[in-house]
């Protein structure tokens, strides 16, 4: 293909290009992420380039019945979990989470649990090598495919 031909082709699938850039791809990728971080829960750590594993909470291992059963960060309302989310807009989504106190799990803050309490970081939301290449190659696909559509 030369670069005039790619160029034409561009031009007929522009206002397609555009479209997926500014509405459908934002939708995708953010869903992609919300799922991404979410595993995090279910993998016990922070996928990066390798999973970073959290400290177990003390309860693991320890505590009987059904307070046991549950993974760190995980709970039988799974509100942490539940919370993550994402909103888009033009060209962008933006992944979050509203609960009050995910900075604390997330960053390794001081807790109200006690004078001198620090909550080990756990972080379970934030940027993430292999998540960039997970929606790169989605980005990549769907621009091929919007290209192949005549």
Not at 45 to 51: E, H, I, P, Q
Not at 91 to 112: K, P
């Amino acid at each position: 293909m030369t670069p005039q031909d790619f160029e034409q082709l561009i031009r007929r699938h522009g206002r397609q290009l555009v479209r997926l850039m500014q509405r459908e791809l934002p939708v995708k990728a953010g869903a992609m992420a919300r799922a991404h971080f979410r595993q995090n829960f279910q993998k016990g750590g922070f996928v990066d380039d390798t999973l970073k594993p959290w400290k177990p909470s003390k309860r693991i291992g320890t505590a009987k019945g059904a307070e046991g059963r549950y993974k760190t960060l995980m709970s039988s309302r799974n509100h942490l979990y539940n919370s993550i989310n994402y909103k888009t807009a033009p060209y962008r989504a933006t992944v979050y989470t509203n609960v009050h106190y995910a900075d604390v799990h997330n960053e390794g803050l001081r807790a109200g649990r006690g004078k001198g309490f620090q909550m080990p970081k756990r972080t379970f939301i934030g940027p993430s090598k292999a998540l960039d290449r997970k929606v790169l190659a989605l980005v990549e696909k769907e621009a091929l495919k919007t290209l192949k559509n005549n």
